[in-house]
């Protein structure tokens, strides 16, 4: 394949920051995007925000109790196990032992989007990419304005990018809207050009397959 001389494909992730599927669907599409650079198809990725659990209280709530509540604690478990063996053949290291809250992601999402206006698809991809690492490996509530602020700080973002993300909430919440006008209602999934690419998360090659694909038909 020559190599590509047109601007990056735009590939719009829609996901929630404590799903993980999104967390392994991010591990998979680095590797696809590596392999993808390497055949001249360049990506500019932009993550847009849902919420799987939209009424969550500001705060969060005890993650057993919550995950009982809504799944039942057995198949809670059962989810769980599918997650950390998935993770494991791509990079997602699932710590479910070291979580005690499910947060609320509003706050997250809009630093997310913070990220994106003022630093592009490589600020917000550090950023988010360190949320997962955060919820999924270290166990931190990522609903936490502390939590939040040394995210960012370490993303290389601001002292007040946590204060300013604030005034994201509307934006957060019309993208939401327009996400589910589009007819998605589960996440991670994936659009090129407005139009839904994938419903879910895939393979490597599945990712390298259906991007390139895209790539072809918008040239």
Not at 16 to 22: E, S
Not at 127 to 147: K, M, W
């Amino acid at each position: 394949m020559n190599k590509q001389e047109d601007k990056p494909l735009h590939l719009q992730v829609v996901a929630d920051l404590i799903c993980p599927w999104c967390f392994i669907g991010k591990r998979s599409l680095d590797r696809a995007l590596v392999v993808l650079a390497r055949d001249g198809i360049a990506v500019d990725v932009e993550w847009l925000p849902y919420q799987l659990n939209p009424t969550m209280p500001a705060s969060g709530m005890d993650r057993k109790q919550f995950r009982t509540q809504r799944f039942g604690w057995e198949n809670a478990l059962a989810m769980d196990a599918r997650a950390v063996e998935a993770g494991r053949h791509v990079g997602a290291d699932f710590r479910y032992d070291l979580q005690s809250r499910t947060p609320n992601t509003l706050a997250a999402h809009g630093l997310s989007r913070l990220a994106w206006d003022e630093g592009g698809a490589s600020l917000q991809d550090r950023l988010v990419d360190r949320l997962f690492a955060a919820y999924f490996t270290h166990g931190e509530d990522i609903g936490s304005s502390d939590v939040l602020g040394r995210i960012a700080a370490d993303s290389g973002m601001p002292h007040d990018a946590v204060m300013r993300a604030r005034s994201y909430d509307a934006v957060v919440s019309r993208l939401e809207s327009k996400s589910r006008v589009l007819g998605i209602n589960g996440v991670p999934s994936y659009l090129v050009d407005g139009h839904l690419l994938l419903n879910g998360s895939t393979s490597v090659d599945g990712y390298v397959s259906a991007i390139t694909d895209a790539a072809m038909r918008l040239r």
